[in-house]
Nanobody, 118 residues
Framework: QVQLVESGGGLVQPGGSLRLSCAASGSILRFNSMGWYRQAPGKQRELVAG???????NYVDSVKGRFTIFRDNAKNTVYLQMNSLKPEDTAVYYC????????????WGQGTQVTVSS
């Protein structure tokens, strides 16, 4: 059983930056894709950014040009670099890994709070 542990959240002023990390307890190569989701109070969880094993990335329109997802396979870690943060980016951010090994299923981290406020 692989565990995903997020870190790097916190309070930041509008226009600031944060880098989230998602460390896996095993190889992230087992995941066909990994991603960052977020959930704001009263809203549904949404995919913010995803990256495949081949390095193909995708982003929700609202973060394009501001967020970057990247992975370090040697460290079994996926990152989300967030720049030019806005108050509407405030949410709990969750790391996700999707695997086709065995029965296709998702792994989730426990979440990390990001608050953008002056």
């Amino acid at each position: 059983q692989v565990q995903l542990v997020e870190s790097g959240g916190g309070l930041v002023q509008p226009g600031g930056s944060l880098r989230l990390s998602c460390a896996a307890s095993g190889s992230i190569l087992r995941f066909n894709s990994m991603g960052w989701y977020r959930q704001a109070p009263g809203k549904q969880r949404e995919l913010v950014a995803g990256i495949t094993n081949g390095g193909i990335t995708n982003y929700v329109d609202s973060v394009k040009g501001r967020f970057t997802i990247f992975r370090d396979n040697a460290k079994n870690t996926v990152y989300l670099q967030m720049n030019s943060l806005k108050p509407e980016d405030t949410a709990v951010y969750y790391c996700n890994g999707f695997t086709l090994i065995g029965v296709p299923h998702d792994y989730w981290g426990q979440g990390t709070q990001v608050t953008v406020s002056s």
